[in-house]
């Protein structure tokens, strides 16, 4: 961080109401928000398993953005091109054979109609996540299946 840089943090700090002292300065004591210590949350080379390409799965609760149930290894998402809209997009999903994206996707944060994907949604991995077989990061008590249990 630039001297310049961390006043203008500072100055934002003081106009949310809170003090350097509540933000980590180093990578030594960064917390989640429930205070589990996340410093290193890097998992290291090889200890994950990409698990192989299978047919799209369950969802836990209504809202859930689904997960990914195939490999996106080496799948561009940039400013000129989205690799995902390649299969997913209304004028190809069929030919692809793959689920076509949300109406929800293609609204602007008015709830305006728009003809593209919206800007929100371009970045399909901030919300729709691949499958590994590995530890989780942060310990948790999820059980998959409740939420929609509880709804039916
Ligand atoms: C080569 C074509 C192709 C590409 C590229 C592709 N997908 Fe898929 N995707 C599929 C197919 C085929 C399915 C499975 C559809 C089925 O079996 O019903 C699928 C399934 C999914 C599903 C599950 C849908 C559901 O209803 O459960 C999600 C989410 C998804 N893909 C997201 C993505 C994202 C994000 C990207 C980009 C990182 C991407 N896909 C790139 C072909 C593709
Ligand atoms: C801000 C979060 C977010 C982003 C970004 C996002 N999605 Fe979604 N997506 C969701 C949620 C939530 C759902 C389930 C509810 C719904 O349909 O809106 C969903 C549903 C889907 C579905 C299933 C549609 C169906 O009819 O069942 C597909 C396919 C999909 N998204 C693909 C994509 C692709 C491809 C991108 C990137 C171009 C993307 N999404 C970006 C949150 C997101």
């Known amino acids: 961080m630039t ?13 949310l109401g809170l003090s ?3 933000v980590p300065a180093g990578a030594q004591t960064v917390t989640s928000i429930r ?7 890097e998992v290291p080379a090889g200890a994950y398993k990409v698990i192989p390409d299978q047919a799209p799965i369950q969802r836990d609760f209504v809202q859930q953005p689904p997960l990914i149930p195939h490999k996106v290894e080496g799948y561009e998402v940039s400013k000129n091109f989205n690799r995902c809209m390649d ?23 008015d709830g305006g109609e728009l ?3 919206s800007p929100r949604r371009y970045f399909c991995m901030q919300c729709h996540v691949p499958q590994m077989d590995t530890a989780p990061l942060v310990g948790n008590t999820f059980q998959r299946g409740a939420g929609l249990r509880q709804a039916q």
């Open 20 to 22: 350097a002292a509540t």
């Open 3 to 15: 001297k310049k840089t961390r006043h203008f943090a500072l100055a934002l700090l003081a106009a």
């Open 35 to 41: 205070g589990a210590d996340v410093s290193a949350p």
């Open 87 to 109: 299969c997913h997009s209304w004028s190809r999903y069929k030919e692809a054979g793959a689920t076509k994206v949300s109406l929800t996707h293609f609204k602007d944060r």
């Open 115 to 117: 003809s593209n994907i």
